[in-house]
């Protein structure tokens, strides 16, 4: 099976770190895994502060860079999202059709794919999940509180056998953080709120790193979290994933 | 003003804020408890769904059943196609009764078409009777909630309007206090009362009848005590058979509140002997919205509410930063089909979490609509310069992969190298209260490559 | 075109295509409840009492041991005529029975999933009574519960005006405080008349 590895635009560029870590965690689980260097974004900046027609060339670069794989593999919730759900814009080939079907976020691909939980990691701290948004009500990668249903979390399922982590529980589950892209700076003070009650909710329930499957609420939380000095650090589950051993 | 700006206000009170989003939280949480304890909760919400798209799929046939039936059983239907019509008909009926005193019960389109003000200039008393109502009204605001239309306010405010109008004496806030002068207060409108107006939860075709739900009783004391009831219905109100009501009733007070029904679920169907009943069906924007495929869901709205108490932007902005009569998620996807321009701020105030969705009891894709509206907002309205160019250079860096990697590496330079006091200039709104990341020096991309480049040569030699 | 023509007008242009009413077979949402305990304890929490009684001349000494105090009362049961300080009769106006401290009514209906009683407008002959006393006391018998809503309007037919009331009457609308009594009634109890005395 081939597989085409996309690392999202903010990622790529604020935080390789990340693409890193899910590379060396794909590659460990004996993926053979390909980075096309022609991708750029998914769109969805644009699209979600309503410019979903400007974003149409992005569309169609990604559906250019992945259009060979079986897979595409991306460390990203929200973009996986987007490119199943509003990759309508586009003309429906069967090349388009393909690539929307066929994208995954990292840990449903590992849960559901690769059918794998012990990825064979070791991270002796407290964890508190953010269950980002896109992720968890479009993708369905755990039950939210809103349904319902039997609990699950593909985080969880992994997270739970890493060597050392304790899952702390929270007293909102999956509220949003407040990022929502542009939102985070036309609804300024209403995202601000957000965070910082998000953050006071992994402090208060003694978490030390507060770990997502989407950087951009992190990167959002990380900068509350750096201004205000708190003691708590995020990190995305992709490193968390591909640490120890 | 812009919801943003209002959200801004909001938020200066950061304790208020915080008292907000636990008052609504907390509803939202007892929902919980209560749906989750339904077996078949979700299938519920799929059948709320289907009736609803059903009737709408239906509805000029279900509403000549209906007015077919409610003729029958001697109740008298009125036709409105917009808000002035609908308060000249509530007008024109009052001045046939010689009704100078009304009560009326919760009815948000009597809000949407603003009928107070409509009647009061014309000399008619309208008491609003639902504690929560009669307490924005003396205030003179409007409501904030749908369900708990004065949610915004706390005890001690209500205390100091009470003393003010009712004459109640300082009780530091007692709402067991507050709530008995309410009583004696309301009771004598009732008494008093010329004629009662009630909304309509749910018109039932095959019946001719309908049902109005309350927790205090206030809606039936009105209309059944004043020789003239009025209900006013949107036209959207209406499900085929009085069975449905055995889904839609499980759902709603479950989603408003967590009770597992109303305290009073009453179900009109004649006047009684010698009185006078009236339906007025209001259109008022709501065709129109029919013909709209990707926002004609928003119709299946049953009013609970949910949607508010789950959002955490409402929460944290409260229902006046919404400007407009159904606040929250479901107010911003019905509001852009009723004025554009106005308010045209409503579908970004939300982070597209979905929460609302998820939530409503008909299943309503709120967050999907809000993304709609942003795609027609942006382009049927003028937008801000910076955004129009933004998105333009955005979109065509995106396109081109060297130009967006050579874009990108300058800004990481920038982001390492520029002074604080430039980086963090007043346009950077991002960084008013929070860090910008780091920019590293490589990109994930450059590694990459460097990484291939490695292994190529390690192969080669 | 008045108004009416030009709605349904617009609404057969506007609407769209239509599809089929779906069949609600209500037996999926059957979880096998107790409907008894289950009643009991939804109209407890949310603020009713639930009196069982062994036989209806247990209604009487129940009333009297419920409500000591009350004066002015009236039962639509037969055989509780001692219980009326009136007669419907010389109520010349609803608005006359605003001191009415006890309305006693019997039911055939209610449900176990919430605690909501039914009540047309053939057990009471002026509707307003059910809101404006200040104590509402129904008399069930078991056999009259049902599970659910769905069964609930399966027994629903003819009424003119009909209502379902579940606990007393009660507002949130301060602060989100719950007080019983907003309106309507003040407090809402059930006589419960056991299966095996009922005839």
């Known amino acids: 099976m081939s597989i085409g590895l996309f690392i999202p635009c903010y990622i790529d560029q604020l935080y390789p770190k990340v693409g890193i870590a899910t590379l060396e965690l794909l590659e460990k689980l004996n993926v053979q895994v390909t980075y096309p260097s022609g991708q750029t974004c998914c769109g969805q900046p644009m699209a979600n502060a309503g410019y979903e027609r400007e974003s149409l060339g992005a569309c169609q670069n990604f559906v250019k860079n992945f259009k060979d794989f079986d897979y595409v593999v991306t460390p990203s919730g929200s973009c996986a999202y987007h490119v199943k759900k509003h990759y309508n814009i586009m003309e429906q080939t069967p090349t388009t059709q393909k690539v929307r079907n066929n994208i995954f976020e990292l ?10 939980k012990d990825v064979g990691a070791t991270f002796p701290f407290r964890v508190g999940l953010h269950q980002s948004c896109h992720g968890l009500r479009g993708l369905r990668l755990g039950s939210c509180s809103e349904r319902v249903g039997n609990h699950y979390s593909y985080m969880e399922d992994l997270l739970q056998q890493v060597k050392g982590v304790r899952i702390m529980p929270l007293n909102r589950a999956d509220e949003c953080c407040g990022f929502g892209g542009t939102f985070a700076v036309t609804e300024e003070a209403v995202s601000i709120k957000m965070g910082k009650d998000k953050i006071k909710d992994h402090l208060n329930n003694g978490v030390e790193i507060i770990t997502a499957t989407d950087m951009s609420c992190l990167m959002h939380l990380e900068g509350l979290i750096m201004r205000n000095k708190q003691p708590i650090k995020v990190m995305h589950i992709a490193e968390i994933l591909n640490s120890g051993s | 003003m812009s919801h943003p700006k209002l959200a801004n206000i909001f938020n200066e009170d950061e304790k208020k804020v915080d008292w907000h989003d636990k008052a609504l939280w907390f509803v939202r949480h007892k929902r919980d408890l209560s749906a989750h304890k339904v077996k078949g909760w979700e299938t519920l919400r799929e059948f709320g769904h289907q009736i609803k798209a059903h009737t709408l799929a239906n509805l000029d046939q279900y509403l000549i059943e209906f007015e077919k039936n409610a003729l029958s059983n001697g109740i008298e239907v009125h036709w409105a196609t917009n808000a002035e019509e609908h308060n000249k008909i509530v007008h024109r009926i009052l001045k046939e009764c010689q009704a100078k005193k009304v009560v009326k019960s919760k009815s948000m389109l009597t809000e949407e078409c603003h009928l107070n003000p409509f009647l009061e200039e014309r000399g008619i008393e309208v008491i609003d009777t639902d504690l929560g109502e009669r307490i924005v009204q003396l205030a003179k605001e409007s409501p904030s909630h749908i369900v708990l239309p004065a949610i915004h306010k706390n005890r001690h405010e209500v205390d100091d309007l009470f003393q003010q109008h009712l004459n109640t004496k300082p009780c530091n ?63 959207e109100k209406l499900i085929p058979k009085q069975d449905h009501l055995g889904v839609f009733l499980r759902l709603l007070a479950r989603s408003a509140t967590g ?152 800004c990481r330079w920038a982001l390492r190298n520029l002074p604080k006091s430039i980086l963090y200039a007043k346009p950077n709104v991002w960084g008013k209260s929070r860090e910008l990341p780091k920019g590293p020096k490589m990109s994930f991309t450059e590694w990459h490559q460097n990484r291939e480049n490695t292994k190529r040569m390690k192969n080669n030699g | 075109m008045d108004s009416r023509s030009q709605i349904l007008t617009k609404i057969k242009a506007n609407k769209p295509e239509p599809m089929d009413l779906l069949h609600i077979d209500p037996s999926i949402f059957d979880e096998g409840l107790d409907v008894v305990p289950a009643f009991t304890k939804t109209l407890e929490a949310v603020g009713g009492n639930v009196c069982p009684i062994d036989s209806m001349e247990a209604v009487h000494s129940k009333l009297k041991t419920l409500l000591p105090n009350a004066r ?98 009660k507002t949130a609308d301060i602060e989100q405080a719950l007080v019983i009594g907003a309106q309507g009634a003040l407090s809402l109890t059930v006589l419960l008349l056991t299966a095996d005395t009922t005839p």
């Open chain 1, 107 to 116: 840990c449903d691909f590992i849960i559901n794919v690769l059918k794998i």
């Open chain 2, 173 to 235: 806030g007692d709402p067991q206090y507050l709530t008995q002068k309410a009583r004696k207060h309301l009771r004598e409108k009732f008494i008093n009362a010329d004629a009662a107006i009630t909304g309509v939860n749910f018109a039932i075709a095959e019946t001719g009848g309908f049902v109005v739900c309350t927790n205090e009783g206030n809606a039936d004391m009105g209309a059944h005590l004043a020789p003239v009831h009025i209900a006013c219905m949107g036209m």
């Open chain 2, 259 to 410: 009770q597992p029904i109303t305290t009073y679920s009453s179900h009109f169907k004649t006047p009684a002997k010698g009185l006078k009943m009236h339906i007025v069906i209001v259109d008022n924007g709501r065709s129109e919205q029919l013909g709209k495929p990707d926002f004609r869901a928003s119709l299946h709205c049953i009013r609970c509410g949910a949607c508010m108490n789950t959002c955490p932007i409402y929460r944290r902005s409260g229902g006046h930063s919404y400007n407009y009569t159904i606040p929250g998620p479901i107010g911003s996807i019905l509001s852009p089909g009723k004025d554009l321009k106005k308010h045209s701020s409503l579908p970004f105030a939300s982070t597209l979490c979905g929460s609302c969705s998820d939530v409503c009891p008909v299943k309503i894709d709120i967050h999907s609509q809000l993304y709609k509206w942003r795609q027609i907002i942006t382009k049927e309205m003028k937008q801000p310069m910076l955004k129009r160019k933004s998105m333009k250079i955005m979109g065509s860096l995106f396109s081109n992969p060297t130009q967006f990697n050579r874009f990108a590496k300058f």
């Open chain 3, 72 to 169: 002015f009362t009236h039962s639509t049961l037969e055989n509780t005529h001692e219980i009326n300080t009136f007669s419907f009769d010389a109520i010349e106006r609803p608005h006359d029975l605003e001191d009415l401290d006890i309305l006693m009514v019997k039911s055939d209906l209610a449900v176990a999933e919430n605690g909501a009683v039914w009540i047309d407008d053939s057990k009471f002959p002026i509707r307003v009574l059910p809101f404006i006393t200040k104590h509402l006391v129904f008399v069930i018998e078991e056999k009259a519960i049902v599970p659910y809503m769905h069964q609930a309007y399966e027994k629903i037919r003819d009424f003119n005006f009909g209502v379902f009331i579940s606990g007393p009457s």
